[in-house]
């Protein structure tokens, strides 16, 4: 099952690409319509092609992400100037990150802007982070920007995000946990359990993880509380024809 989820308050809502379900329940609002395919790339390319006509305004990738730049830590945010994702770069609206920016600049956290990478695997490992960091220059790392970007670029929308890291450049994501989600992004608890009796997942790392996620999400919940309706992203009425 797909989330897909739309809160209209006018004919042109932004819309809320996601992974989780609990990231899109976080996004949901005035002004904004949620989509989301439980961590999986291709599956969210389908959901977004059947937007013939995507009905909003502006595309906003906004949830958790994995750090690669080691100066940042769970909690801290990340306000995407552009996506990286198989040597292609696409921009962020600037004027979109600019205004996301300044709603978020009295925030009792670290906001940066910079590139996010786009991957449609996990990245998992440290060193696997560090790779990457060094091939794009990006600070984080998630499965849905690069496609929402795709999406937005292929309506003429402006594309933006929003993520919040979750586990660190030098910190490990358990393979089993990373894979542990329905289709509908709710947490799979039987895959969890299940890894545990296999002992591919350590109780260490899962408590690490759940601190991360902790950290992660208060942060998300409190952007989301700062962005307001709409999520934040102005009204550039000039890009609005043929979207309705």
Same mark, same amino acid.
């Not at 350590?202 to 992660?216: E, H, P, Q, T, W």
């Not at 409190?222 to 009425?237: E, F, K």
């Given at each position: 099952?797909?989330?897909?989820?739309? =809160?209209?308050? @006018?004919?042109?809502?932004?819309?809320?690409?996601?992974?989780?379900?609990?990231?899109?329940? $976080?996004?949901?609002?005035?002004?904004?319509?949620?989509?989301?395919?439980?961590?999986?790339?291709?599956?969210?390319?389908?959901?977004?092609?059947?937007?013939?006509?995507?009905?909003?305004?502006?595309?906003?990738?906004?949830?958790?992400?994995?750090?690669?730049?080691?100066?940042?830590?769970?909690?801290?945010?990340?306000?995407?100037?552009?996506?990286?994702?198989?040597?292609?770069?696409?921009?962020?609206?600037?004027?979109?990150?600019?205004?996301?920016?300044?709603?978020?600049?009295?925030?009792?956290?670290?906001?940066?802007?910079?590139? $996010?990478?786009?991957?449609?695997?996990?990245?998992?490992?440290?060193?696997?982070?560090?790779?990457?960091?060094?091939?794009?220059?990006?600070?984080?790392?998630?499965?849905?920007?690069?496609?929402?970007?795709?999406?937005?670029?292929?309506?003429?929308?402006?594309?933006?995000?929003?993520?919040?890291?979750?586990?660190?450049?030098?910190?490990?994501?358990?393979?089993?946990?990373?894979?542990?989600?329905?289709?509908?992004?709710?947490?799979?608890?039987?895959?969890?359990?299940?890894?545990?009796?296999?002992?591919?997942?350590?109780?260490?790392?899962?408590?690490?993880?759940?601190?991360?996620?902790?950290?992660?999400?208060? =942060?998300?919940?409190?952007?989301?509380?700062?962005? @307001?309706?709409?999520? @934040?992203?102005?009204?550039?009425?000039?890009?609005?024809?043929?979207?309705?």
């Amino acid at each position: 099952m797909i989330v897909v989820e739309d =809160s209209l308050t @006018g004919p042109h809502p932004v819309l809320a690409v996601t992974g989780l379900a609990r990231e899109a329940r $976080l996004a949901a609002g005035p002004g904004v319509a949620t989509v989301g395919a439980g961590g999986n790339p291709e599956r969210l390319r389908a959901v977004l092609r059947e937007r013939v006509r995507p009905g909003c305004r502006a595309v906003m990738s906004i949830g958790i992400a994995g750090g690669l730049d080691p100066a940042l830590a769970p909690g801290d945010v990340v306000v995407a100037t552009g996506v990286v994702a198989a040597g292609r770069r696409h921009g962020a609206h600037p004027d979109v990150v600019r205004a996301l920016a300044a709603r978020l600049a009295d925030a009792p956290f670290r906001v940066r802007r910079a590139d $996010l990478a786009g991957e449609d695997f996990a990245v998992l490992s440290p060193h696997a982070k560090a790779v990457l960091h060094v091939q794009t220059g990006a600070a984080a790392v998630d499965m849905e920007s690069h496609v929402a970007a795709s999406f937005a670029q292929a309506h003429g929308l402006p594309f933006c995000a929003v993520r919040v890291i979750c586990d660190p450049a030098d910190r490990a994501l358990p393979a089993a946990i990373a894979k542990a989600l329905k289709p509908n992004g709710e947490p799979d608890l039987l895959a969890v359990l299940s890894a545990l009796a296999r002992r591919s997942a350590k109780v260490g790392g899962l408590v690490r993880l759940a601190r991360d996620s902790s950290a992660a999400f208060a =942060s998300l919940g409190r952007c989301r509380a700062l962005l @307001g309706v709409g999520l @934040g992203v102005p009204d550039l009425g000039e890009l609005l024809r043929d979207v309705a």
